[in-house]
Each structure stands twice: as structure tokens, then as C-alpha cells.
């Protein structure tokens, strides 16, 4: 009866043992096995009526960035990201007028919403701008590029479709891409000259500041950014031009690309005040 019980109790103390080894191999195996990242689901909502631009912000480069690869400015801090807006970071983009003159830029165009708005209130106050147009719009709608021009603003190249890692391309990718915007705007203009390029996003590079150049123009940043681009409201894009701008800035706003009546009204609101304060003008088309 004695041996019986000592067995039973042996046999229960192996038991315990060996759960027990089974409990710490267990626990060590899943503190080898590497945590799996959560996955979120991301969207977005768009117009189907007309092109919207939501990505200003260029991708986050892999690495260490090199004289092709910028992680320069974008359009919000392009045009949103807060990064420095040094100049080394702007590989020689213009960010001013270079003299005590104002310009307005107009990215994204032309849209037939709010393009036809945006010439109105210009032309009411009698100011000149800039018109940083996208080269796929510039060739679905030949007659605003034709109404810019005719009201005497200035033309910009904005790349063919509003690529923010353009400049991260090859060279003769770059060079096709600026080239077929130029040919969309000249078949609506043929004598308008175009001698700015805007890099969409604000994403330059050596790359595409050095194939810009080649082509005859000069790349366009600027000094001044509402953001309107995110449609905070005609209040806070007004409010922060009204408050930035200074001799010689260049204002950066939007006139296609999604939603920009507050754009639209916030222009209406702000021109009185800038055209009592500063001489407004279109960048010049002979800049060199």
C-alpha cells in the first residue's frame, strides 16, 4: 500500500515537471516570433466630374537621400509635411520676385469651375498672375489656357499629371513628361511663352531643376502657403496671406484640384487689401 502511494506520487511529480517545461517552451517560442504590424485601411474620396490632387505630399524616400533623391518642401509646409524649406533643399527653385512686386500663383489649372471665378475676381482689381497649369487640363480645356492669356497672365509648366515623384525619374522621363505640357499649352497658345516650372508637391530635385533649366525655364517655388489646397476655409486662407506676405513674396494658391471656392472667396476677400499695399504682378516671361 506504501509502494503504491509513493508511485502515484512520483508519477504526479513528473507530471507537474513536464507541464511545466511544456509552459516555458511555449512562452520562449512566442518571444522568438516577431510581432506582425497592424494593417489600416486607408481611402479617399473624389469627384468624379474633375481631377482632385490629394497627393501633395511626396512619398517619404527609403535611405539616405542623394542629389537625386530630395526630401524637400512640400505643398503644405505643396503646395503639408512642415519640412524645411531651406534653399539647399530647393536645388536654386526661385522663391520670390526678386524685387518689391507680389505675385499670386494659381496651381493645378485650369478647371472649368473655378479657373473662370478666379479670372473674374482678377481681372475686376486689375491684377496680373501666374497660372501653374497641369498639362493633361491645359489639353481638355484649350479655352481657358486661351482666356488666361488673353487677360494677360503668365503661363507655368506644372508637369503633365501633378507627379510629385517626377523628380525622382530618369532624366528623359522628366524631359518627356515637361515637353508634352509645354506642346498641350502651345496648341492652345501657340505664341504664349512658358519660362516657369513648378515641380508639383515642391518635391525638387537636381534632377528635374536641371532639365527644367536646359528647356528654357526657370523653377518656381514660393514664399508664401495658405495651404488652401486643403480647403480650410476662405477665413484661415486670407488670415495667412493678409499676415505672410511681404515685399517680393510669391503666394501660392490653387485653382483646380479638388474643392477651391474657398480659395475663390478668400481671393475676393484679400485683393482689395493687397492691391492697396503691394504692386501685383505676373511673373515676367523674359526672367533671365
Same mark, same amino acid.
Given at each position: 500500500?506504501?509502494?503504491?502511494?509513493?508511485?502515484?506520487? /512520483?508519477?504526479?511529480?513528473?507530471? @507537474?515537471?513536464?507541464?511545466?517545461?511544456?509552459?516555458?517552451?511555449?512562452?520562449?517560442?512566442?518571444?522568438?516570433?516577431?510581432?506582425?504590424?497592424?494593417?489600416? &485601411?486607408?481611402? !479617399?474620396?473624389?469627384?468624379?466630374?474633375?481631377?482632385?490632387?490629394?497627393?501633395?505630399?511626396?512619398?517619404?524616400?527609403?535611405?539616405?537621400? =542623394?542629389?537625386?533623391?530630395?526630401?524637400?518642401?512640400?505643398?503644405?509646409?505643396?503646395? +503639408?509635411?512642415?519640412?524645411?524649406? =531651406?534653399?539647399?533643399?530647393?536645388? #536654386?527653385?526661385?522663391?520670390?520676385?526678386?524685387?518689391?512686386?507680389? /505675385?499670386?500663383?494659381?496651381?493645378? +489649372?485650369?478647371?472649368?469651375?473655378?479657373?473662370?471665378?478666379?479670372?473674374?475676381?482678377?481681372?475686376?482689381?486689375?491684377?496680373?498672375?501666374?497660372?501653374?497649369?497641369? #498639362?493633361?487640363?491645359?489639353?481638355?480645356?484649350?479655352?481657358?489656357?486661351?482666356?488666361?492669356? !488673353?487677360?494677360?497672365?503668365?503661363?507655368?509648366?506644372?508637369?503633365?499629371?501633378?507627379?510629385? %515623384?517626377?523628380?525622382?525619374?530618369?532624366?528623359?522621363?522628366?524631359?518627356?513628361?515637361?515637353?508634352?505640357?509645354?506642346?498641350?499649352?502651345? *496648341?492652345? /497658345? $501657340?505664341?504664349?511663352?512658358?519660362?516657369?516650372?513648378?515641380? $508639383?508637391?515642391?518635391?525638387?530635385?537636381?534632377?528635374?531643376?536641371?532639365?527644367?533649366?536646359?528647356?528654357?525655364?526657370?523653377? @518656381?517655388?514660393? %514664399?508664401?502657403?495658405?495651404?488652401?489646397?486643403?480647403?480650410?476655409?476662405?477665413?484661415?486662407? &486670407?488670415?495667412?496671406? =493678409?499676415?505672410?506676405? +511681404?515685399?517680393?513674396?510669391?503666394?501660392?494658391?490653387?485653382? *483646380?484640384? +479638388?474643392?477651391?471656392?474657398?480659395?475663390?472667396?478668400? @481671393?475676393?476677400?484679400?485683393?482689395?487689401?493687397?492691391?492697396?499695399?503691394?504692386?501685383?504682378? !505676373?511673373?515676367?516671361?523674359?526672367?533671365?
Amino acid at each position: 500500500m506504501i509502494r503504491v502511494n509513493s508511485t502515484a506520487r /512520483a508519477a504526479a511529480i513528473v507530471t @507537474l515537471v513536464v507541464v511545466a517545461l511544456l509552459g516555458s517552451a511555449y512562452v520562449l517560442g512566442r518571444s522568438l516570433v516577431p510581432e506582425q504590424p497592424r494593417r489600416h &485601411a486607408t481611402g !479617399a474620396t473624389t469627384n468624379g466630374d474633375e481631377p482632385h490632387y490629394a497627393d501633395q505630399l511626396p512619398p517619404e524616400p527609403s535611405g539616405t537621400p =542623394s542629389a537625386s533623391q530630395s526630401t524637400g518642401p512640400t505643398e503644405a509646409g505643396q503646395d +503639408g509635411s512642415g519640412r524645411d524649406a =531651406s534653399g539647399d533643399r530647393l536645388f #536654386g527653385a526661385q522663391t520670390g520676385t526678386g524685387n518689391e512686386r507680389l /505675385a499670386l500663383t494659381f496651381d493645378d +489649372g485650369p478647371d472649368p469651375r473655378y479657373t473662370p471665378q478666379v479670372l473674374a475676381a482678377l481681372r475686376e482689381y486689375d491684377v496680373k498672375a501666374t497660372f501653374c497649369v497641369v #498639362g493633361e487640363n491645359a489639353q481638355n480645356h484649350p479655352d481657358l489656357i486661351q482666356a488666361i492669356v !488673353a487677360d494677360g497672365h503668365t503661363l507655368c509648366n506644372h508637369s503633365w499629371h501633378h507627379d510629385v %515623384s517626377l523628380g525622382n525619374r530618369s532624366t528623359d522621363q522628366i524631359r518627356a513628361d515637361l515637353l508634352r505640357t509645354n506642346a498641350a499649352i502651345r *496648341a492652345a /497658345a $501657340p505664341e504664349a511663352p512658358i519660362v516657369w516650372y513648378r515641380q $508639383p508637391g515642391g518635391a525638387w530635385t537636381y534632377p528635374v531643376v536641371s532639365v527644367a533649366r536646359q528647356l528654357g525655364m526657370t523653377p @518656381l517655388h514660393w %514664399s508664401v502657403d495658405p495651404s488652401d489646397w486643403q480647403a480650410p476655409g476662405a477665413g484661415k486662407i &486670407a488670415a495667412t496671406v =493678409s499676415t505672410q506676405v +511681404g515685399p517680393g513674396s510669391v503666394v501660392l494658391l490653387h485653382d *483646380a484640384g +479638388g474643392d477651391r471656392q474657398g480659395t475663390v472667396d478668400a @481671393l475676393r476677400r484679400i485683393l482689395p487689401e493687397l492691391s492697396t499695399h503691394f504692386e501685383l504682378e !505676373a511673373l515676367p516671361t523674359d526672367p533671365t
